[in-house]
T-cell receptor, first 110, second 115 residues
């Protein structure tokens, strides 16, 4: 079955630095990868989508890459702020069905 | 975009009983989904709620345990039947508007505890 893996260990970084989160997938060839932010007690909120024929996508301080050879997506937050502290989920999918990773918790320290 | 509400937001239920969770979207959407999320775990897709027809279930989930309805383009329900403590989890509804690959909008979730 398909497997979406994210680093389960929390990522702790200093304010102003770039946070990089990793998402790997196996037994699967997704047409899309999505990244979501989830705060405690809330549902996930969509951030970015990247298609398999796209190498990189940017939105303000966010950047996501999609490497179909490595079967990996990287999610970057530049100039990180304490308000960016949350759990970030990767989702891989085809059509409109997506499978989620368990998320990586990001802590940005002032 | 779409705003999704869920009812109830939380509930504590006795073993062997059933709970129906409602999901309401503020606009017509093409697809609706139900997920389960254990604390600290990933979202696990339960099923796709199909408007006017039977839901499509993922491996490990069956209609008798998780009956789903979707009578129109803005509303769906998920019933957790004959509950056991293992069903304690957060249940999330999501919706997709427009074409393939679009973002999913999520409801706030229903936190279920089964005693």
């Amino acid at each position: 079955s398909q497997k979406i893996e994210q680093n389960s260990e929390a990522l702790n970084i200093q304010e102003g630095k770039t946070a990089t989160l990793t998402c790997n997938y196996t037994n699967y060839s997704p047409a899309y990868l999505q990244w979501y932010r989830q705060d405690p007690g809330r549902g996930p909120v969509f951030l970015l989508l990247i298609r398999e024929n796209e190498k990189e996508k940017r939105k303000e301080r966010l950047k996501v890459t999609f490497d179909t050879t490595l079967k990996q997506s990287l999610f970057h937050i530049t100039a990180s702020q304490p308000a960016d502290s949350a759990t970030y989920l990767c989702a891989a999918g085809n059509f409109n069905k997506f499978y989620f990773g368990s998320g990586t918790k990001l802590n940005v320290k002032p | 975009s779409a705003v999704i509400s869920q009812k109830p937001s939380r509930d504590i239920c006795q073993r062997g009983t059933s709970l129906t969770i409602q999901c309401q979207v503020d606009s017509q959407v093409t697809m609706m989904f139900w997920y389960r999320q254990q604390p600290g775990q990933s979202l696990t897709l339960i099923a796709t709620a199909n408007q006017g027809s039977e839901a499509t279930y993922e491996s490990g989930f069956v209609i008798d345990k998780f009956p789903i309805s979707r009578p129109n383009l803005t509303f769906s329900t998920l019933t957790v039947s004959n509950m056991s403590p293992e069903d304690s989890s957060i249940y999330l509804c999501s919706a997709v508007t427009g074409t393939s690959g679009n973002e999913q909008f999520f409801g706030p979730g229903t936190r279920l505890t089964v005693l």
